[in-house]
C-alpha cells in the first residue's frame, strides 16, 4: 500500500472510528436496557404517577421483530418478555424463549435447576434461584397523554408491566352485554382511556378504568409520529445472551466452577447488607440517600423510578459493592453437602426478572 492509498484507508476508517465514538458517547457501560443504543432519549418516554391520567394508544404499523403481529399489519401493543439484570453489566435482554418461541440459555438454565430440585434433599433450597430467572412481562406503547402537563400533540412511549396495566385495561374494556371489547385504540372510533393509578413502588396498582369519547380522532400526523415499536428494541442472539449469562465478575471463576457452588446469595441476602443511612439533605443532594425511598444500591435498577434517577451511577456503584461484600461472605462459608451441578456450559449467574 502506497503512501497515497494508506492515507485513503486512513480518512475511510477515522470517519467510521468518529461515527462508532459518537455513538457511544453517552454509554455509562452500565445496566442496558432493551432499547437499541442511541435511538431514544428519556423524553421520548412517558412515566404514569400515583394519580388520575388520560390517554390515547396510539397504534402502529409492525416491524420484522413483532412476535405478534406480521410485519406490515397495525398494532397497539408490543408484548414482550425481559430478563433483568443479567450478567457482568446487568444488562436486561429479551427472553428469547417467551417472546419469540426461539432457545433461550437463561431458560435452559433455569430447566435445569428445576431438574436439579425434584432430585435434591432440601428442594426449597432452589426456589428463589429457579423464581429469580423468571422473565418478566412488559406493555410498550405509543401513547398521548391529555394530563395538564402533557403536551397532547406529543406521542411518546409508555413502556409497564403487562399484569398491572394491559391485563385490567382488556378486563375493563370486556362489554358486559353481547360480548366483545371496547375498541379503545381504534384511530377513528377508539377512545380516551382515563386510570388512576394507586400508590407507588411494589403497591402500584391501576384501577377505576374508564372509555371517554374523543373530541377528535387521531389525526394523521399523530399515526406518523408513532414509532415502530419493535423495530426500537434490540433482539439479541442467543450466542449473545449466553456471553452474558456466563459472565462474571471474578476473575478466578473458572469455566470448570460448579455454578451452585460460586452462585451469588439471593437478593434477599444482598439486601441484608445495607448501605449506611444519612439524614435527608435539602432536595435529596445527598448520594446515599434514595429520591424514591427504596434501599440505596441494594435496590438499583429494580424500579422504573430508576431509569430517570439523578444518582443511578452512584447507586449502581453502590450495588456492586454489596454485591461482592455477599459473595466474599457466601464463600467463607462450610459448603453442604449438594446434587451434582449442571453441566458446566450452562453456567452462570442468577439475576432477578
Not at 121 to 144: C, G, H, M, Q, W
Not at 218 to 233: G, P, V
Request: glycine residues 4%; aromatic residues 10%; charged residues 40%.
Amino acid at each position: 500500500m502506497n503512501a497515497s492509498e494508506r492515507r485513503k484507508a486512513m480518512k475511510e476508517e477515522m470517519r467510521k472510528r468518529q461515527e462508532e465514538s459518537n455513538s457511544r458517547k453517552d454509554d455509562s457501560g452500565k445496566f442496558r436496557k432493551i432499547y437499541k443504543e442511541g435511538v431514544l432519549k428519556k423524553s421520548d418516554f412517558w412515566k404514569s404517577t400515583e394519580g388520575e391520567h388520560s390517554i390515547d394508544i396510539i397504534p402502529y404499523i409492525a416491524g420484522a421483530d413483532n412476535p405478534h403481529v406480521k410485519e406490515g399489519k397495525p398494532a397497539y401493543i408490543l408484548d414482550v418478555w425481559i430478563h433483568r439484570r443479567v450478567g457482568l453489566n446487568e444488562d436486561d435482554f429479551i427472553c428469547l424463549n417467551k417472546t419469540y418461541n426461539r432457545p433461550c440459555p437463561i431458560c435452559e438454565y433455569q430447566a435445569e435447576l428445576i431438574k436439579q430440585r425434584k432430585r435434591s434433599d432440601d428442594p426449597e433450597s432452589f426456589d428463589d434461584e429457579i423464581k429469580e430467572l423468571n422473565p418478566t412481562r412488559r406493555a410498550i406503547y405509543n401513547i398521548v397523554s391529555h394530563d395538564k402537563k402533557d403536551d397532547p400533540d406529543e406521542v411518546r412511549i409508555w413502556d409497564v408491566s403487562h399484569f398491572l396495566f394491559e391485563r385490567e385495561l382488556l378486563e375493563a374494556a370486556r362489554k358486559k352485554r353481547g360480548g366483545g371489547f371496547v375498541l379503545f385504540a381504534d384511530p377513528d372510533e377508539g377512545k380516551v382511556i382515563s386510570f388512576r393509578q394507586v400508590g407507588e413502588k411494589q403497591q402500584m396498582t391501576f384501577k377505576a378504568f374508564e372509555f371517554e369519547d374523543r373530541e377528535d380522532v387521531i389525526s394523521d400526523e399523530l399515526l406518523e409520529r408513532a414509532k415502530c415499536l419493535d423495530e426500537l428494541i434490540n433482539v439479541p442472539s442467543y450466542e449473545e445472551v449466553k456471553k452474558a449469562f456466563l459472565s462474571s465478575s471474578d476473575n478466578s471463576y473458572e469455566e470448570s466452577t460448579p455454578f451452585r457452588e460460586e452462585a451469588v446469595v439471593s437478593r434477599k441476602e444482598e439486601s441484608s447488607v445495607k448501605p449506611p443511612k444519612k439524614e435527608e439533605v435539602g432536595d435529596l443532594k445527598d448520594p446515599n440517600m434514595c429520591p424514591f425511598d427504596y434501599e440505596f444500591g441494594a435496590d438499583n435498577n429494580r424500579f422504573d423510578e430508576c431509569e430517570t434517577c439523578d444518582y443511578f451511577d452512584e447507586c449502581s456503584d453502590e450495588f456492586r459493592r454489596l454485591r461482592k461484600a455477599s459473595r466474599a461472605v457466601k464463600r467463607e462459608e462450610p459448603k453442604s453437602e449438594e446434587v451434582p451441578p449442571p453441566p458446566p456450559t450452562a453456567r452462570t449467574r442468577r439475576r432477578s426478572a
